[in-house]
């Protein structure tokens, strides 16, 4: 791919008459919107390759000595793309000019990539849901949304964290999450009205891209011209006009009861959200120097809706065996079991009151604004510059949480603010007319911060800053309260970058060269301490119940008083009935800085007229920081991963099988390396167990009990236990990288429509893994009987993780790179390029993607595995599969060639563009919450603490009976299938739809008014499932327990994220000169 990552190309061969190459033929490419000129000569097949040229509308002329002259009109150049034109020229004293605008490249014919193109007239028709340009991608074969509720996009199903995105071929990614900068929650961090076209990398690039075991989204910025445009636009949408979501549901009391009665209750919360702005481009100085300034600006307010589901409350599952069940009676079960343990029925009664406060409707809102501005001077004949600045803002009070309804109380979303500021500086020279090179350069600033709500005046202000600790409650999908673990945050991340590129084009007979190289500087300053202020968790909530009758003022549980005891099955105890409580300590801030090094060497050979061979290699290198304060007692916190064999050939090819153009034959094969997310480096620089560092600590129920710490009072730092949690890095630690080949045939069917058949295939491997590797081999078995459900009166009996192998720390986390991933997709595509007011773009994906429970996190949890001694029984299906999927949209610009001049006014101008996808439902597992635990970790049915990270809000651990073998042959689990993500989804099916009509006015003016429906049959497309399955209790003794099925698994949860919702409607006006 001789092009860059912001260019195209002109290629053709030069032929006389006779069918004769002509050698040494000039050939000009003339700019038609900035009069820039680049020419460059023949070889002796009469081949000629003009390179580096920015997207846009060309005029090509070929002269040569003794023959007539050729001229091609409105060529049309795509980022990415080779634009081929096929020059005859006759006998000297003649012409030929032609017209080329009806015939834009519709099939690459020189290189092997796999990727998809978005030209301006997608960008400006096509119905795209919030506006974020980069959703584009989700047109293209091979790239899903999975299991993301950010809108992350996955190519081949790999991490949606290991892509890379590019504007103006200049990098647009944070270092800290691995996202495109800006992170997920803003609308977009670029203004569309900037964004002339882009492509999508799925596969088999060439050596220029890296940092991307995934893929990548490459788009280029529009530029000003001689002439003078500009447009302004409104967009307004408001869920008055739209549909209501069936999840959009608040539990409130009875109204005139005073039990603690509820009852459901839909409602349809505001969302209002207008998008405006425009841009204005044009010559500063005539044929040299152009500017283009766009501004985009979007307010939103979208509260939010704060409730617990029914079953919170009213659920026969959740009572433990120390109470009578009220069956869903007016009476809630958590009152019974509280009234059963001795709390006096004020105690509930302000505890039911203050569940219900924490209910209702959460105020949210997302404001942004966008300013971009380009400069394009032509210093000369053979020297062109460029310069871009562009500044985002995002203020969103209760704006961390973005879903519809979040199982949270109103005070704990938390507000989210981002910054965001990057300038880039490129200049293009033209050494000869067959080299010609390209230097970029920037500077970026990414700085988001977060911060809490201010606490209700009946929360408990009992931490730092008179805040509320948190609290979780977790059965029945879970019920937050308090202050958010994560808030607050200072600057999460305050991130810098500096990046330095250089590529070099050399075109020498059949062989285009690419060489180049890159550095690039990103330093993270982070001010965060999770767990600040405490979270408390408990398993029930009659638990919780219990403790809130000791709350301020109040004694603590005594032997004589209500309390729990260890079981906490028992009205009379001396022990408070959370679980546990998580607090953290320590140093606050860690300011560390990455080096990146690359260098690659790309060759496009011609060795035939029908067949283009593509050879690269690259090299990337990820310099780490140095620890900080490592830990002497634990050696791997004082050493870093230095992966310095990341060398990356690629091979492939393109061939004209019969040498017509009509058919083309693609395959290649390449190695693609990651990085190391900045967020894994930082809880490694962090979580040391060091005392001058950051530490975490759980203070268990029983520790509790014997200090006197109840609900909800914390410890300090002086008195916290010594035990913590530690990260490191395991030796060896590798960059993921993967592994792509692929194979297609393309067909031009005429009338520029071509059809695709392909195969895409890849490995991922050394993908990062969190294991505890603290947990010491087990001893002793633990003995599960189903009480109910599908597997009623079976007995299950597991290998049970007991002890520590150092007691002096809890958790040991090792981040290791043993993660592996494989995905193997037919896909068949049709494309139609826009002709006769028609465009048409459809593919279908047939695919499977399998890997060892691939997690998706930048930064560490504790424990993944199922088992940390083996890692086998978790391969199983991954969490981005989705077997089948259908993504189809169609172009619609008739034009009525009418007599009558008012019936010609009233069917023309019009746009139809609908936007059909459909996909296999999502993936989920069965899911067990409950268990043991051993210290700092969490409940499992094996106490080993592993957690299905890759698994959509799977509850606790799930089933895998692949762990142990020696159980599964028994006809014990039936009913349930072994491994993860066994369960499928309802199929997702999505029509988007926009209608347009254009007026012109005068020529140079027009107007355009468009309505979009989003989802406009109103499927419902589940987005989560209740994957809960079993839950877990221990019974007299710690060996034998029962697991109580959950009558609600599988049921959806949710239907909305960024993506799929219900039916929403969006206005749209755009002026145009």
Not at 439 to 466: C, V, W
Not at 614 to 620: A, E, H, P
Not at 794 to 816: F, G, H, M, S
Not at 857 to 872: E, G, K, W, Y
């Amino acid at each position: 791919m001789a092009q860059s990552a912001v260019d195209g190309a002109v290629v053709g061969t030069v032929l006389d008459s006779s069918g004769a190459a002509l050698s040494n033929a000039v050939v000009a490419v003339h700019n038609t919107a900035t009069n820039a000129d680049v020419t460059a000569a023949t070889d002796s097949s009469g081949y000629f390759r003009v390179s580096r040229l920015v997207p846009g509308i060309y005029t090509v002329k070929v002269t040569a000595a003794g023959f007539s002259d050729y001229s091609a009109a409105h060529v049309t150049v795509e980022v990415g793309k080779l634009t081929e034109v096929k020059p005859t020229l006759g006998a000297a004293g003649t012409t030929a000019t032609v017209d080329v605008s009806s015939e834009v490249p519709v099939i690459n014919s020189e290189t092997s990539d796999f990727t998809s193109e978005f030209n301006p007239t997608a960008l400006s028709t096509l119905p795209i849901n919030g506006r974020h340009w980069t959703a584009f991608a989700l047109n293209s074969p091979g790239v899903t949304l999975g299991n993301s509720s950010f809108g992350l996009v996955t190519f081949r199903g790999a991490s949606n964290l290991q892509n890379n995105f590019m504007v103006d071929g200049s990098d647009d990614n944070q270092s800290f999450q691995s996202v495109e900068r800006g992170y997920t929650r803003v609308g977009y961090s670029s203004p569309q009205d900037a964004i002339l076209e882009f492509q999508v990398l799925t596969s088999n690039v060439s050596a220029q891209y890296g940092r991307a075991e995934g893929g990548g989204v490459n788009a280029v910025t529009r530029s000003g011209s001689n002439q003078f445009h500009g447009d302004a636009f409104e967009y307004y949408r408001d869920n008055d006009f739209g549909a209501t979501n069936p999840f959009n549901t608040l539990v409130v009391p009875v109204p005139g009861t005073t039990t603690g009665a509820t009852e459901t209750i839909h409602i349809k919360p505001t969302d209002k959200r207008h998008q405006y702005g425009g841009s204005f481009s044009g010559p500063l100085i005539h044929d040299k120097l152009f500017f283009l300034f766009a501004f985009d600006q979007q307010k939103r307010n979208f509260p939010s809706v704060a409730t617990p589901t029914p079953q919170f409350l009213q659920d026969t599952n959740s009572a433990d065996n120390s109470c009578t069940i009220a069956g869903g009676t007016a009476l809630t079960d958590a009152q019974s079991c509280a009234l059963a343990r001795g709390v006096p029925q004020a105690d509930i009664n302000a505890a039911m009151a203050y569940i219900n406060g924490q209910s209702g409707l959460a105020p949210r809102k997302g404001d942004q604004i966008l300013n971009f501005a380009k400069l394009d001077y032509k210093i000369n004949d053979k020297n062109n510059a460029s310069i871009i600045y562009n500044r985002m803002r995002w203020d969103s009070p209760n704006g961390i949480q973005t879903n519809l309804v979040n199982r949270r109380g109103i005070t704990s979303f938390g507000n989210d603010f981002v910054k965001v500021d990057s300038i880039i500086g490129k200049i293009d020279t033209i050494i000869t007319p067959k080299m010609i090179n390209e230097f970029r350069i920037e500077y970026a600033r990414d700085y988001e911060f977060e911060n809490g709500d201010t606490p209700l005046a009946n929360e408990p202000t009992t931490t730092a800053g008179g805040l509320p600790p948190g609290v979780i409650i977790t059965p029945n999908s879970g019920f937050s309260m308090g202050t958010p673990y994560y808030v607050p945050r200072s600057s999460y991340p305050n991130e810098s970058e500096e990046d330095a590129v250089d590529n070099l084009t050399w075109s020498r007979g059949n062989h285009t060269l690419n060489i180049g190289g890159e550095y690039r500087w990103a330093q993270d300053n982070i001010i965060d301490v999770d767990y600040e202020h405490g979270l408390f968790t408990y398993a029930l909530l009659a638990d919780w119940f219990t403790d809130f009758a000791h709350t301020a003022g109040a004694p603590a549980p005594t032997p004589t008083s209500v309390g729990c005891d260890s079981k906490r099955d028992t009205g009379t105890g001396a022990l408070p009935c959370f679980t546990g409580v998580q607090q953290a300590f320590g140093h606050p801030q860690f300011v560390y800085h990455t080096n990146e090094y690359a260098g690659y060497v790309q060759d496009d050979w011609k060795i035939r007229k029908r067949l283009t061979i593509n050879l690269g290699v690259r090299y990337d290198f990820e310099q780490l920081p140095t620890p900080k304060i490592p830990n002497p007692n634990i050696p791997q916190t004082g050493v870093f991963p230095s992966d310095k064999h990341n060398f990356s050939p690629r091979v492939g090819f393109a061939w004209d099988a019969f040498g017509t153009g009509k058919t083309l034959v693609h395959g290649g094969f390449g190695m693609y390396y990651g990085r190391i997310q900045n967020g894994m480096i930082y809880d490694a620089l962090k979580g040391t167990g060091s005392p001058n560092a950051q530490f975490s600590v759980t203070t268990t129920q029983a520790a509790a009990g014997a200090s006197g710490l109840f609900y909800p009072y914390l410890v300090s730092a002086a008195t916290a236990p010594a035990v913590s949690n530690i990260a490191a890095f395991a030796p060896g630690f590798k960059n993921p990288y993967s592994e792509e080949f692929n194979v297609s045939i393309q067909q031009d069917l005429g009338w520029k429509t071509i059809f695709g058949i392909a195969y895409l295939g890849s490995l991922g491997k050394a993908l990062p893994n969190f294991v505890d590797n603290n947990v010491a081999p087990a001893t002793q078995a633990k003995t599960y009987t189903f009480t109910n459900g599908p597997l009623a009166g079976d007995v299950w009996t597991v290998p049970l993780y007991t002890a520590r192998i150092n007691p002096a720390y809890n958790v040991l986390t090792l981040i290791t790179s043993n993660i592996n991933t494989n995905y193997n997709a037919l896909v068949a595509t049709l494309d139609h390029r826009l002709a006769k007011g028609v465009q048409v773009s459809a593919s279908y994906t047939w695919s499977r993607a399998m890997d060892y429970n691939m997690n998706q996190s930048a930064v560490s949890d504790t424990n993944d595995p199922t088992d940390p001694f083996n890692l086998h029984p978790d391969y199983g299906r991954s969490a981005n599969d989705l077997p089948q999927r259908f993504v189809g949209n169609i172009t619609l610009q008739p034009t009525f060639h009418l007599a009558n001049k008012f019936a010609s006014l009233a069917a023309n101008g019009w746009t139809l563009a609908p936007l059909w996808t459909v996909q296999s439902g999502l993936a989920y597992s069965y899911g067990i919450s409950g268990g043991s635990a051993l210290a700092g970790g969490g409940t499992t049915f094996n106490g080993s603490g592993g957690t299905p990270t890759s698994a959509a809000g799977s509850e606790g651990a799930y089933v895998d009976f692949k762990a142990y073998p020696q159980y599964a042959a028994q006809d014990v689990f039936k009913g349930i299938s072994p491994s993860r993500n066994t369960q499928t989804g309802v199929t997702m099916d999505d029509v988007d739809v926009r209608l347009s009509r254009s007026f012109s006015i005068a020529e140079k003016y027009k107007l355009t008014l468009s309505g979009e429906a989003f989802n406009i049959l109103n499927r419902q497309n589940f987005t989560a499932y209740n994957t809960g399955a079993y839950t877990l209790t221990t019974g007299a003794t710690a060996n034998v327990g029962s697991a109580n099925y959950v009558s609600t698994f599988g049921t959806p949860s949710g239907a909305a994220n960024t993506i799929f919702r219900e039916r929403q409607i969006q206005f749209v006006g755009r002026f145009e000169f």
